[in-house]
């Protein structure tokens, strides 16, 4: 096993409130010490960190890895070689595959091939309905058995408060959070981006701000009344934030994350019909972004997710309304959400940048993640934070190149990954 002494960098780990200089063990496998300085032994690689971070790994609990059935967009080796490449050492992969992971032969089956195959840690998150129609609950406990850590019909949210609430009450017997993507069908009916003043001088069918915002409210109800954690995925709206406000005021287990485009971008990015801005939830106005911006500042907001979506080429090629909704943004996540937090006028602390991208998504997701304890695997991310650098679609590790920051400058990058003491990724 390789072992590896990491000099001289600013140690965070929000797990134990923990911002220091100093050096890191890794040995074994495992983090073996961590003091203001260690000796190198000879036995051992030493990387001089001057000047970065030294965290625990980052964590993404919302990521497409597209397997099985469309491995033409995304792999299990290509997209967690873009993890690890954006400083991710564990992912959670959504279930709306073909055929959908509904099964527990099929959450075994993509937790067995990972571990051979994804140079990250990939854990499952697996369907809330079978066939993720909306129609029928999945067997709960037998998912949780086969390694589930949640359940989400994901793109394709159940639309009827009765299975929801079913659904919801069956999760909860076994600890399993429910993670869903809001939004009522009857009412973005069909949308390709906000609807709002930017569709309409476009010609373009939007979907309204409601369509996120009814369906957050109805499942917080639902997970008040049936006691499930509730997890809200990529919030998009201003309601949508005092709509999760709200409810955690009331005591219901609700949590939420936010998407890095939907705190840097508007809905003017689809002006000029680009299908790498199309995604859903859509782009919204500035008010929206603002009140995002505001939502993690307070704490409303818990945590950061990629959404990491990847479509080929030829798909987005397609006039805008016909085009696919998604984006990639594992491997920009780091430098956009580093970038966004340059131009607050009080920006948040490393540590609680580290808590949003490792240590609070890890405890959402109940995973062994996102700390930098005595003993634990080393999952370990160095991070260069002053390190500007530009994004180029055509040197992503993803197997798509769907992202809206072409040609974008961001401040931030990883420097090394290391899965369980295994360097995994140094930056070139």
């Not at 080929?312 to 990639?328: N, S």
Request: overall charge negative; some cysteine.
């Amino acid at each position: 096993m390789n072992r590896y002494l990491l000099k001289h960098g600013r140690i965070l780990d929000p797990a134990q409130g923990l911002d220091m200089q100093g050096d890191v063990r890794i040995s074994d496998g495992r983090i073996a010490a961590i003091a203001p300085s260690l000796t190198p032994d000879g036995g051992e690689t030493v990387l001089d960190c001057a000047d970065c971070w030294i965290a625990p790994g980052l964590v993404d609990i919302h990521v497409h890895l597209r397997e099985p059935g469309q491995s033409h967009k995304e792999t299990l080796q290509t997209g967690g070689a873009a993890a690890v490449a954006g400083g991710f050492t564990s992912v959670c992969c959504m279930p709306n595959t073909q055929p959908p992971l509904d099964s527990p032969t099929l959450v075994r089956e993509i937790l067995t091939r990972a571990a051979h195959e994804s140079p990250c840690r990939v854990y499952v998150v697996a369907a809330l309905t079978q066939g993720m129609r909306g129609e029928a609950p999945c067997d709960y406990h037998a998912l949780q058995r086969a390694g589930a850590v949640a359940c989400s019909d994901d793109a394709f949210p159940v639309q009827s408060a009765e299975v929801m609430r079913r659904a919801m009450a069956g999760c909860a017997a076994y600890g399993l959070p429910v993670v869903t993507h809001c939004e009522d069908k009857t009412l973005s009916d069909g949308g390709s981006m906000h609807a709002g003043a930017v569709s309409a001088r476009l010609g373009l069918k939007g979907a309204p701000a409601s369509a996120e915002t009814v369906q957050i409210a109805r499942n917080a109800l639902l997970a008040q009344q049936t006691n499930c954690r509730l997890h809200i995925q990529h919030l998009s709206t201003a309601i949508g934030v005092a709509l999760v406000r709200f409810f955690k005021a009331q005591g219901v287990p609700i949590t939420a994350e936010v998407s890095p485009h939907h705190l840097l971008l508007t809905d003017e990015a689809c002006a000029a019909f680009d299908a790498d801005a199309k995604m859903n939830p859509p782009l919204r106005t500035e008010t929206d972004r603002a009140a995002l911006t505001q939502g993690v500042l307070e704490g409303v907001i818990d945590c950061i997710a990629t959404d990491h979506a990847p479509h080929a080429p030829f798909e987005k090629a397609q006039p805008f309304g016909a085009a696919p909704f998604g984006v990639v943004g594992l491997e920009t996540a780091l430098g956009c959400v580093l970038h966004w937090n340059s131009t607050l006028p009080q920006p948040l602390t490393p540590l609680q940048l580290v808590h949003l991208m490792s240590t609070a998504p890890a405890r959402l997701m109940g995973l062994p993640a996102g700390a930098l304890a005595i003993g634990a695997p080393a999952d370990v991310t160095v991070i260069d934070p002053h390190l500007r650098w530009r994004v180029n679609p055509d040197a992503l590790h993803s197997k798509s190149r769907n992202t809206p920051f072409k040609d974008w400058e961001l401040l931030g990058k990883a420097r090394y990954t290391f899965v369980g003491g295994v360097r995994v990724y140094t930056a070139s």
